[in-house]
């Protein structure tokens, strides 16, 4: 039997989200303001994940999960059993969002997960689907890559 949840149950943490500095936590604290609906923690909480991974928009940082989302799914569905995008994580740990996908569109060859994730979810589900529809904030370099892999998909 599916329990209804009590939406007004929702608990925020014991310290103040600025006191975190691990995405992992505040990606949970996320997904549970969604799930309770906390509309204003929920934006507390990605403000707070924005300046963890070096001032983003909470605009491109939602497109940046649902593109994560998106490509977990597809290597999910790909190796029969749940995966995550470790090695992509951890990038976005080191170096940024922006930088993480300026290095992933501006590769030389074809990246698999970029012919994967249009196989599975079509050309938006990308991260140069995802540099296009932010040029403002990327180089031009993104920019020319992102649309050159698009284009090249397209036949």
Not at 15 to 39: C, G, H, P, R, V
Not at 45 to 61: F, H, K, Q, V, W
Request: aromatic share 10%.
């Amino acid at each position: 039997m599916v329990r209804d949840m009590d939406k007004s149950k929702f608990n925020p943490p014991k310290k103040s989200l600025s006191d975190y500095t691990d995405d992992k936590i505040i990606q949970t604290i996320i997904q549970n303001a969604k799930k309770y609906e906390n509309q204003e923690y929920l934006k507390s909480a990605e403000t707070r994940l924005c300046e963890i991974y070096g001032d983003i928009s909470i605009d491109l940082l939602r497109e940046f999960q649902k593109a994560m989302s998106d490509y977990e799914a597809y290597l999910t569905d790909k190796n029969g059993k749940m995966t995550r995008a470790t090695r992509t994580w951890t990038t976005v740990r080191k170096h940024g969002v922006k930088k993480a996908i300026t290095n992933l569109v501006t590769r030389k060859t074809d990246a698999f997960g970029f012919t994967g994730l249009v196989e599975y979810g079509g050309v938006d589900s990308t991260f140069e689907a995802l540099v296009l529809r932010f040029k403002n904030d990327f180089s031009s370099e993104a920019i020319e890559a992102s649309a050159k892999r698009i284009e090249s998909a397209k036949y």
